[in-house]
């Protein structure tokens, strides 16, 4: 119950195409929801976060869509450029598990120019 | 400028031998955690503290240790119990909940 599923694994995409990327949780009591992207060799960086009070959160080219009845959140990378390319996880937070953040597996995204 | 350092950036340990690697942030952050990812996996956690002289265990706490007792630093060492400590470490820290924030890693190497 405190897994975060994320899919797919790997994902290709053509410059200026739409990135989507899936996360589904089971544990209701998560109410804090992140995305980070991280590059080879480097530590991982806060891309965009929601909470369940919204359905849908936007920042420049990046939009979180959250589904709470479907316990899933998705991350939309508009206009895709190869400087997007990297390591994408999301996470969820839970104040009944100390806030640790749980994470998903990962998502490998190349944007080809 | 606030942030997190990590050293060192590689490390190389020889079977049998235990090794430290330090953990720093300038946050004023209260919370600190150390999460072990492999390669083409995601993040796992070690350990996490909340505050300082107090620190719990993650989901793959053994072979490892750590302390805290300064607010500013959590350094976890890796011990010669842990069989398969090739790695890359992560620290990061957060007020208690909500982003946390990374460190740039270090990445482990047995010999």
């Known amino acids: 119950q405190q897994q975060v599923k994320q899919s797919p694994q790997s994902l290709i995409v053509q410059k200026g195409g739409i990135s989507i990327i899936n996360c589904a949780y089971e544990?209701?009591?998560?109410?804090?929801f992140p995305w980070y992207q991280q590059f080879p060799g480097k530590g991982p960086a806060l891309l965009i976060a929601i909470r369940p009070d919204v359905s849908e959160k936007k920042e420049g080219r990046f939009t979180i869509s959250f589904n709470k009845s479907a316990k899933q959140f998705s991350l939309h990378i508009m206009d895709s450029q190869p400087g997007d390319s990297a390591t994408y996880f999301c996470?969820?937070?839970?104040?009944?598990?100390?806030?640790?953040?749980?994470f998903g597996s990962g998502t490998r995204l190349l944007v080809r120019p | 400028d606030g942030g997190i350092t990590q050293s060192p950036k590689y490390l190389f340990r020889k079977e049998g031998q235990n090794v430290t690697l330090s953990c720093e942030q300038n946050?004023?952050?209260?919370?600190m955690y150390w999460y072990r990812q492999d390669p083409g996996q995601g993040l796992r956690l070690i350990y996490y503290?909340?505050?300082?002289?107090?620190?719990q265990k993650g989901d793959i706490a053994e072979g490892y240790s750590v302390s805290r007792e300064k607010k500013e630093s959590f350094p976890l060492t890796v011990t010669s119990a842990q069989k398969n400590p090739t790695a890359f470490y992560l620290c990061a820290s957060n007020i208690y909940s909500g982003e946390q924030f990374f460190g740039p890693g270090t990445r482990l190497t047995v010999l």
């Open positions: 946050l004023n952050h209260d919370a």
């Open positions: 503290s909340q505050i300082v002289n107090d620190f």
């Open positions: 996470a969820a937070e839970s104040p009944r598990s100390s806030y640790k953040l749980i």
């Open positions: 544990n209701t009591a998560f109410d804090y």
